[in-house]
């Protein structure tokens, strides 16, 4: 049986609106995927529209309410997310080839291809809604610095441009308190 979130690009000649909210089971498989606590509501809807001859355009909103693990303690953060979801399928798309390529400032378009399938739109649109470091409230921002045993860590004053010079003239100054 086909998915029904999944549309053949080739038959959308006129707007077609989608409502997917997934299912306890469909949820907790996007849980386990995304490394969540816990996702209680998710919805996706929208319109996939023809946008000129041979182009299609996404339009939607996310809805969310996504838990996760705070990177300091651990407890759970709830996050709700509310978020437009645009996306242009361009027929005359070329994906950029090479070793270094620059990244296109349009981040909505892609490449027409045979199907779009809603679904992973929606899983994708979550992912990169999702709080990249999330904190419980009243927890502060830990400071960790990471080095090799017996050599102190380089802190930001290292960093400045003259602090080389610094550190050359305090070793002369005790060489000079020696004597």
């Given at each position: ?49 023809p ?33 437009p ?10 994906l ?9 400032e ?9 199907s ?11 992912a ?31 960093a ?7 550190g ?12």
């Amino acid at each position: 049986m086909p998915d029904a979130n999944v549309l053949a690009t080739s038959k959308i000649v006129q707007p077609v609106e989608f409502d997917i909210r997934p299912d306890e089971t469909r949820r907790a498989e996007i849980v386990e995927r995304l490394g969540l606590s816990g996702l209680r509501k998710l919805s996706f809807s929208g319109m996939i529209a023809p946008d000129g001859p041979r182009d299609l355009r996404l339009e939607a909103t996310l809805g969310a309410t996504a838990v996760q693990p705070c990177v300091v303690t651990g407890d759970p953060v709830t996050t709700r997310i509310d978020t437009p979801v645009l996306r242009q399928y361009m027929a005359e798309f070329e994906l950029p080839e090479g070793d270094e390529v620059e990244m296109p400032e349009d981040d909505s378009l892609e490449p027409l291809t045979e199907s779009i399938d809603l679904s992973a739109i929606m899983e994708e649109a979550l992912a990169l809604a999702l709080p990249d470091f999330p904190r419980a409230d009243g927890v502060d921002p830990v400071d960790i610095t990471v080095t090799e045993p017996g050599i102190d860590p380089m802190t930001d004053e290292d960093a400045r441009p003259f602090a080389s010079l610094k550190g050359l003239r305090d070793k002369l100054a005790d060489r000079d308190g020696e004597d």
